[in-house]
């Protein structure tokens, strides 16, 4: 099992930056896939962006320029920097993980953000 813990949403003005942080614990050998999913209210949870272990990454158009993902594999944490927040940024972002061993992934409880116009 792998446990992921979430932190660093919260309520912005537009324009404004966040940075999410999502560390990963338990059954971990390596972890090929770190991303970052959001879902707004009445939508589907959409892939905003994505980092593999060989540091291969993918962006939701929509953020590119604006968001940067990373990662730091020795404290199995995945990042995202989120700059010039809009108010269409606004949903509840989620981490996802794997996979593991057994070929699992794993989602983060979520973190909300809010952006104000």
């Known amino acids: 099992q792998v446990q992921l813990v979430e932190s660093g949403g919260g309520l912005v003005q537009a324009g404004g930056s966040l940075r999410l942080s999502c560390a990963a614990s338990?059954?971990?050998?390596?972890?090929?896939?770190m991303g970052w999913y959001r879902q707004a209210p009445g939508k589907q949870r959409d892939l905003v962006a994505q980092?593999?272990?060989?540091?291969?990454?993918y962006y939701l158009d929509s953020v590119k320029g604006r968001f940067t993902i990373s990662r730091d594999n020795a404290k199995n944490t995945v990042y995202l920097q989120m700059n010039s927040l809009k108010p269409e940024d606004t949903a509840v972002y989620y981490c996802?993980?794997?996979?593991?061993?057994?070929?699992?992934?794993?989602w983060g409880q979520g973190t909300q953000v809010t952006v104000s116009s």
């Open positions: 996802r993980v794997g996979p593991d061993r057994g070929g699992n992934y794993y």
């Open positions: 338990g059954s971990i050998f390596s972890i090929n896939v």
């Open positions: 980092v593999t272990s060989s540091s291969s990454t």
